[in-house]
Antibody, heavy 117, light 111 residues
Framework: EVQLLESGGGLVQPGGSLRLSCAASGFTFSSYAMSWVRQAPGKGLEWVSTIGYTGASTYYADSVKGRFTISRDNSKSTLYLQMNSLRAEDTAAYYC??????????WGQGTLVTVSS | QPVLTQSSSASASLGSSVKLTCTLSSGHSSNIIAWHQQQPGKAPRYLMKLEGSGSFSKGSGVPDRFSGSSSGADRYLTISNLQSEDEADYYCETWDSNTRVFGGGTKLTVL
């Protein structure tokens, strides 16, 4: 059974940093591209970033480019999102997702990030 | 990059059918999309992949009541024999040039 378990969320001050992790199990992690998608309270889904299966290719939404870094450790079946220079508008639930045949084919349960002083 | 347009809300009666629409922006009418369901307080769930031809493939465990179809730039999600648990937000998604895009979502109310 595919499992994606996010962790690392919490309360952080504006300008601060946070690193999210997503522990994957139930599939060959190193064979799939992965994404982070976020959802601000009461709002819709917003794509944040995608990383290729080797980690060599990374892509970002304009809203986070230069502040967030996606990475992966295939030996640990873990996806990461390093978030720097956090802003109030980054407050959201962050979901880890598995890309299957170009589609967001599986979602984690999410971790909440709150940026507030 | 593509833009996906969805109606903000829809409603239908228990046991009836409803057809939700996702419209692709100009120049992207042939894009493949995906439909996702998000029940209140839960994470999103992948429902299906839908091509411009109308061919669709569903995720594991998605009931037969859910189906997809296409016409031009419009992509549809039809839910038949509506159940109370179908009350949820429904999002479409597409991708282009390594960018992924979600529609604004449709809130479905089951009356």
């Amino acid at each position: 059974e595919v499992q994606l378990l996010e962790s690392g969320g919490g309360l952080v001050q504006p300008g601060g940093s946070l690193r999210l992790s997503c522990a994957a199990s139930g599939f060959t992690f190193s064979s799939y591209a992965m994404s982070w998608v976020r959802q601000a309270p009461g709002k819709g889904l917003e794509w944040v970033s995608t990383i290729g299966y080797t980690g060599a290719s990374t892509y970002y939404a304009d809203s986070v480019k230069g502040r967030f870094t996606i990475s992966r450790d295939n030996s640990k079946s873990t996806l990461y999102l390093q978030m720097n220079s956090l802003r109030a508008e980054d407050t959201a639930a962050y979901y880890c997702a598995k890309i299957i045949a170009a589609v967001t084919g599986y979602w984690g349960q999410g971790t909440l990030v709150t940026v507030s002083s | 990059q593509p833009v996906l347009t969805q109606s903000s809300s829809a409603s239908a009666s228990l046991g009836s059918s409803v057809k939700l629409t996702c419209t692709l922006s100009s120049g992207h009418s042939s894009n493949i999309i995906a439909w996702h369901q998000q029940q209140p307080g839960k994470a999103p769930r992948y429902l299906m992949k839908l091509e411009g031809s109308g061919s669709f493939s569903k995720g594991s465990g998605v009931p037969d009541r859910f189906s997809g179809s296409s016409s031009g730039a419009d992509r549809y999600l039809t839910i038949s024999n509506l159940q109370s648990e179908d009350e949820a937000d429904y999002y479409c998604e597409t991708w282009d040039s390594n960018t992924r895009v979600f529609g604004g979502g449709t809130k479905l109310t089951v009356l």
